[in-house]
C-alpha cells in the first residue's frame, strides 16, 4: 500500500509536473502572441502618427502663410511690424509738410501760447541819403514844398502843423482828440543828440506859446518863429527818421488793440506786402504821419448806416487790403486804393472834412509809384486815382 501510494502519489506528481510543463509552454505561447500585438498596436501608432504628421504639415503652412497675409501673430507678425515703421514715418512727415495756406493757420495754432502775441513784424532800417529823400517827398505832400509852410496853422485846425510831416501842436492849456507829435519829435531828436532851439530844450517840451491862429501869424517873422523854421529845414533827415520810428511802433500800438486770430494775422501779412514792396517805406512813412495808426477811439466818427464808429488809420487800410500777391505795383496800387476808400469813408461819415477830399486823394495817389518816378507827382497821380474812382 505504501507503495501505491507512493507511485500514485508519484504518478500525480508525474500529472502535475505534465501540467506545470503545459503550463509554461502556454505562458510561453502567450507571451509570444501578446509581444507580437504588442509591436503591431506600437508600430501601427507610429504609422498613424506619421500619417497625422504628414497631414498636419501642410495644414501648418497654410496657416503660416495666412498669418504672413494677414498680419496675424508670431514671427510674420514681428517681421511686418518691423517693415511698417519706414511706412509710419513717411506718414508723419506728409502730415507735417505745410499745406498751402498753412502759413495762414500758423499764428491761429500759437495762438493759446505766450508766443501768440509776438508776431514776427519786419523790422524798418532807413538809409540816412534815402530819409532824406522821403523827408522831401512827404514834405512836397504837405506844403507844396513852400519854405515857410514848414511852420503852419490852417484856417480849419485848432492847432499848428510843423516840419516836413506838419507835426501837431496844441497851444497852452488846449486838448484836442488828436495824438500831438510834435513834442514827441523834439524828444526823439534830443535823443538823437540834434541841438533843439533853446527856448525848447527844456526838462518837459513846453506846449505851443501862441494860443490862436491870429497870433501864430502874427509872430511869422518873430525871431522864435524864425529860429524854429530854419531848425526844421535844417533836420530833414531826421524828422524822417523820426517817422520811420513811428512806423514801427504803429504796428505794436495796432498789435496791442487788436485780438489774437484772423484779423491780427491779415495786419501783420498786409503790412509786410507793403513793406516788401515799397523799399522806401513811403507809403506807410507817410500815411501814419498823415492820419495816424487808427488805434486812437477818438480818431473815429459814427457810420449812420451801420451805427458803428469807424477810424482812419493804418490799421484800417491794412484792414481793407485782401491781395496776396507779391508784385510790387499791384501791392502799391492795392495800398493806396484801400487809402482812398478809408479817406472816402471818413468824408462821409464826417461831410465837413470833403473840403479836404480831392488833396487827401491826390496824396494817397502818390503811392502807387516810387517816389524817384516823375508819375508819381502829386497831380498826375491824382488824375489816375480819379480816374479809376470813376470806372468804380
Known amino acids: 500500500m505504501g507503495g501505491d501510494f ?41 504609422a498613424t502618427q506619421t500619417a497625422l504628421a504628414e497631414t498636419a504639415a501642410p495644414a501648418a503652412t497654410r496657416v503660416a ?11 510674420a507678425q514681428a517681421s511686418r511690424t518691423q517693415k511698417s515703421e519706414p511706412e509710419t514715418v513717411l506718414r508723419q512727415n506728409e502730415v507735417q509738410k505745410p499745406a498751402p495756406e498753412a502759413a495762414v493757420q500758423m499764428p491761429e ?76 519829435l523834439l524828444e526823439f ?62 504796428m505794436e500800438k495796432i498789435l496791442k488793440t487788436t485780438p489774437d486770430g484772423t484779423e491780427r494775422e491779415h495786419i501783420v501779412i498786409q503790412f509786410t506786402r507793403v513793406i516788401r514792396a515799397s523799399e522806401d517805406f513811403y507809403p506807410l512813412i507817410d500815411y501814419i504821419n498823415f492820419k495816424g495808426e487808427g488805434t486812437n477811439p477818438n480818431e473815429a466818427a459814427m457810420n449812420r448806416e451801420t451805427g458803428r464808429r469807424q477810424g482812419w488809420g493804418l490799421k484800417q487800410v491794412l484792414l481793407k487790403m485782401n491781395g ?8 502799391r496800387a492795392e495800398f493806396a486804393d484801400a487809402a482812398q476808400f478809408v479817406l472816402q469813408q471818413r468824408v462821409r ?8 477830399e480831392v488833396g487827401w486823394l491826390r496824396r494817397v495817389a502818390t503811392y502807387r509809384r516810387p517816389i524817384a518816378d516823375p508819375e508819381s507827382s502829386p497831380t498826375r497821380a491824382l488824375r489816375k486815382s480819379l480816374r479809376v474812382t470813376a470806372a468804380q
Not at 65 to 75: F, L, M
Not at 151 to 158: G, I, Y
Not at 231 to 246: G, I, K, N, P, S
Not at 324 to 331: F, L, M, Q, Y
Request: aromatic share 8%.
Open 349 to 356: 461819415n464826417l461831410p465837413s472834412n470833403r473840403v479836404f
Open 109 to 184: 495754432a500759437r495762438k493759446s501760447s505766450p508766443e501768440a502775441k509776438d508776431l514776427p513784424v519786419p523790422q524798418l532800417v532807413l538809409p540816412g541819403d534815402l530819409a532824406k529823400k522821403i523827408g522831401q517827398k512827404i514834405w512836397l505832400n504837405e506844403t507844396g514844398g513852400k519854405t515857410d509852410a514848414i511852420t503852419a496853422w490852417s484856417a480849419n485846425e485848432e492847432f499848428a502843423s510843423l516840419g516836413i510831416g506838419h507835426f501837431i501842436w496844441f497851444p497852452v492849456g488846449k486838448w484836442l482828440p488828436f495824438e500831438e507829435s510834435f513834442p514827441a
Open 65 to 75: 502663410d495666412n498669418e504672413k497675409e494677414q498680419g496675424g501673430p508670431g514671427v
Open 6 to 46: 507512493i507511485g500514485r502519489w508519484r504518478a500525480g506528481g508525474g500529472r502535475r509536473t505534465a501540467r506545470r510543463a503545459k503550463a509554461g509552454q502556454y505562458s510561453a505561447k502567450v507571451l509570444a502572441c501578446g509581444s507580437w500585438l504588442l509591436s503591431c498596436v506600437i508600430v501601427a501608432g507610429m
Open 189 to 250: 531828436m534830443r535823443k538823437k543828440n540834434v541841438r533843439l532851439p533853446a527856448w525848447l530844450d527844456q526838462t518837459q517840451i513846453p506846449a505851443n506859446p501862441w494860443t490862436s491862429r491870429a497870433e501864430f501869424r502874427r509872430n511869422a517873422n518873430s525871431p522864435q518863429m524864425k529860429e524854429l523854421r530854419q531848425f526844421l529845414l535844417d533836420t530833414v533827415a531826421e524828422q524822417t527818421q523820426f517817422m520811420v520810428t513811428r512806423a514801427q511802433g504803429a
Open 324 to 331: 496776396v500777391t507779391g508784385d510790387p505795383k499791384a501791392v
